[in-house]
């Protein structure tokens, strides 16, 4: 019998059936390789999305520090002419430390830059001697995976006489709390 022939058809059979494998087995590794490189980018651009709630903590505890400076000046002077009314200059020191956090805050936390930070609720006021403040973080990585993060940043007005004497801490006056992504 001649099976000259046969022996060229296997052997074609068995060659496209390895090409077959190898590039299944190239087109196996490619996806799980770009699966993790998207996971990898994709926690990347997490934290640095969160990085953004991060620093914008920190602008809000100078924004603290400087409203506070502020409204204890214009209650000393406020003590300066009437040293007798105590009540009414931490009054003033309240409602002057309101205010100033009312006003510089959205120019304080918020951010263009890359993660930038907006501020999300509007009509910010003080209800019960407290702001709440919902952040949202966003960040865009060089690949375009894109990641939000929010959070609250509490703030609230300190107490007259721990400020007046001097032994205060800025990171008492704020908290960040639900957080989520």
Known sequence: MNNKGSTLIILVIVIALVIVLGLSVINTTVNHYEIKKFSIDSKESFYISETGINEAYVRTCDLINESIEAAMQTAEDYLSVDPSDKAEAENIFTVNYMMQISSSIDDSI????????????????????????????????????????????????????????????????????????
Do not use: C, H, M
Not at 124 to 142: G, H, M, Q, R
Not at 149 to 176: C, F, H, L, Q
């Open 110 to 181: 918020e951010t263009r830059t890359n993660p930038s930070v907006k501020i999300w609720n509007e009509n910010l006021a003080f209800a019960d001697n407290t702001l709440t403040v919902i952040l949202k973080s966003s960040y865009i990585n060089e690949n375009k995976v894109y990641q939000i993060t929010g959070a609250e940043v509490v703030i609230s007005v300190p107490d007259y006489e721990e400020v007046s004497a001097g032994s205060y801490d800025v990171r008492n006056y704020i908290k960040i709390q639900n957080w989520n992504s």
